[in-house]
């Protein structure tokens, strides 16, 4: 593919699959990268060439170690695009509470709550993100889920996925009454199809955070209406009262970033982290370093 030798195929999804890939240059220079390719059979498609053009120029204009970086935009030998993007040896959030949930446990609270901090943290960088000139980007990501939170082998959380994100410079825009993301992470003026802002993703992290913490999932449902009505209605059960180990002050980060109202929630995905790491220093919990 290009200059990227694809060695083998990480994951695939209805839009993509991606491969860890290995680029050569002089002097014995290598380096492994990941590849994510868009299916050959949506080529021709082009909607969804337009979103995944979209997808590469928004992520190559955000800069953080708390998000995946992304480093080439290319077409394979039969014209389906690809993004080469950074390697990371690791496993999503997803992964990780679902492993601890086989064994009857969750994520240990001080881990757990560092990893949603750099995940914060990565969701920041993407909404101030802008073009090389200044430009504000005003990003959404609008999918913050744990299958889109990546933990390295390095102990670093990163934000990847921005497949659907809204931007001012997005080529694609969604159609009027189209939910974008997740039903059960998305924030309730979302699923209203009302406007929504940053504080939007911040909502969503919030459900991820709760559930991390609680090593339990907050509003799914068997029917997408009823996690809709859940996500939109369901009174929310304060973590400290879910699980005893999680501090009352996190507890009320947490609950903050889920209040239903966007003029509740803290004004930044970087308070976010800030408050949540303050209130577990505040209870005696010792974070692991940040990477």
């Not at 990480?10 to 390719?37: D, N, S, T």
């Not at 990565?122 to 000139?133: D, R, S």
Request: aromatic fraction near 6%; hydrophobic fraction near 45%.
């Amino acid at each position: 593919m290009g200059r990227y030798e694809l060695l083998f195929r990480i994951a695939a999804g209805g839009m993509a699959e991606v491969f860890a890939a290995r680029v050569q240059g002089e002097a014995g220079f290598e380096k492994l990268v990941a590849v994510k390719r868009m299916l050959p059979t949506l080529a021709d498609d082009e909607e969804f060439v337009t979103m995944f053009l979209d997808e590469a120029r928004l992520a190559a204009n955000i800069s953080s170690p708390y998000v995946v970086q992304t480093l080439d935009l290319g077409r394979d030998g039969d014209g389906a695009l690809f993004i080469a993007m950074e390697l990371i040896v690791g496993v999503t959030l997803s992964r990780i509470m679902k492993e601890a949930a086989k064994v009857r446990r969750a994520v240990p609270v001080p881990m757990a709550i560092e990893l949603l901090a750099q995940a914060a943290e990565g969701l920041h960088a993407a909404h101030v993100a802008t073009t090389p000139i200044g430009q504000p980007l005003d990003i959404i990501h609008r999918d913050v889920s744990p299958q889109n939170i990546l933990v390295g082998v390095d102990g670093r959380a990163r934000l990847t996925d921005f497949g659907v994100a809204r931007a001012v410079l997005r080529s694609t825009k969604t159609d009027a009454g189209r939910i974008k993301g997740k039903f059960a992470y998305c924030a309730p003026e979302q699923l209203r199809s009302e406007f929504i802002d940053q504080r939007a993703d911040i909502f969503s992290l919030g459900v991820v955070s709760w559930e991390a913490l609680a090593g339990q999932r907050l509003f799914v449902a068997d029917h997408p209406l009823a996690t809709m009505e859940r996500v939109t209605n369901m009174p929310v059960i304060p973590l400290h009262q879910v699980r005893g180990k999680v501090p009352p002050g996190v507890s009320d980060v947490v609950d903050k970033a889920l209040n239903r109202d966007p003029n509740g929630r803290h004004n930044s995905a970087r308070d976010f982290a800030t408050e949540l790491r303050r209130a577990a220093t505040d209870a005696g919990l010792q974070l692991p370093s940040q990477s």
